[in-house]
């Protein structure tokens, strides 16, 4: 097994195993709010991690750019789903989402 | 089966605790579920498409990381009160 071989391993690996543990974060968290920590964690490292592999694999070709792609598009537009997804629950929970006067006086 | 196809078949593993939570867990949680499941079967389909050798599947991916962030959104956003 060549040294390239053993990146491109290493790297799949890694993202895979980091998914797989923000599924698991997913279980155990209590909230949807810290449920939100994990989904938005699963879109950034893991995705890079693959993306990078690809790139090793493919270089700088169509399968390559298309998984930069992939990547950028998880990375820059899951924020926007964890912010209404919030906002949606915290609408369902209090009623609005301005603070409250407890939290304020924190 | 090389090492692409490996990864693809362990992340599909992935939607087990993800349906776990959809069923299970309130609303406004399946909906972090279903965003999950969305990143996890577009990062499957990347790895198949590089395991299978074959370039132009790549393009399958790439509209379904568009189109999980538009569903999502459109669910939180629109139906948000109803989570």
Known sequence: MSAHDLVIDALVGAGVATELLCCVGLVVARDVFDRIHFAMASTTLPPSLIAVAVLVEEGWTQPGINALLVAAVLFLFNPMIAHATARAARVRRFGHVEATDAERRR | ?83
């Open chain 2, 1 to 83: 089966m090389n090492v692409w196809l490996w990864g693809a078949t362990a992340l599909l593993a992935g939607f087990a605790p993800c349906g776990w939570i959809a069923l299970r867990a309130t609303r406004a949680d399946a909906l972090v579920g279903l965003e999950v499941t969305g990143t996890l079967a577009t990062l499957a389909l990347v790895l198949m498409a590089e395991g299978f050798n074959r370039a132009s599947y790549m393009g399958v991916p790439v509209v379904l990381a568009f189109m999980a962030v538009v569903g999502a959104l459109v669910i939180a956003r629109f139906l948000g009160r109803h989570l």
